[in-house]
């Protein structure tokens, strides 16, 4: 993925759309990677943000979760 608008990086993240967000994810740096992930978990478990948005960042947590754990111990 070549995009780097923010906008449109944040609403393939949170497209609820299991393949979208790996794309999205692996395509994002490695160092950005780890603020992504604090700034959805903050989204996903601190109030002020929208129910919606709340859902969205929780299903971008698993997915990549989900994600990660596939890259560390991929299926033999």
């Given at each position: 993925?070549?995009?780097?608008?923010?906008?449109?990086?944040?609403?393939?993240?949170?497209?609820?759309?299991?393949?979208?967000?790996?794309?999205?994810?692996?395509?994002?740096?490695?160092?950005?990677?780890?603020?992504?992930?604090g700034h959805l978990i903050d989204m996903a478990n601190k109030p002020?943000?929208?129910?919606?948005?709340?859902?969205?960042?929780?299903?971008?947590?698993?997915?990549?979760?989900?994600?990660?754990?596939?890259?560390?111990?991929?299926?033999?």
């Open positions: 993925m070549t995009n780097t608008n923010p906008e449109v990086v944040w609403d393939m993240l949170l497209s609820r759309n299991p393949g979208l967000i790996k794309k999205t994810w692996s395509s994002l740096p490695q160092e950005e990677q780890s603020s992504v992930l002020g943000w929208m129910n919606q948005q709340q859902a969205s960042a929780k299903i971008a947590i698993n997915v990549i979760a989900e994600f990660k754990g596939e890259q560390e111990n991929p299926k033999k």
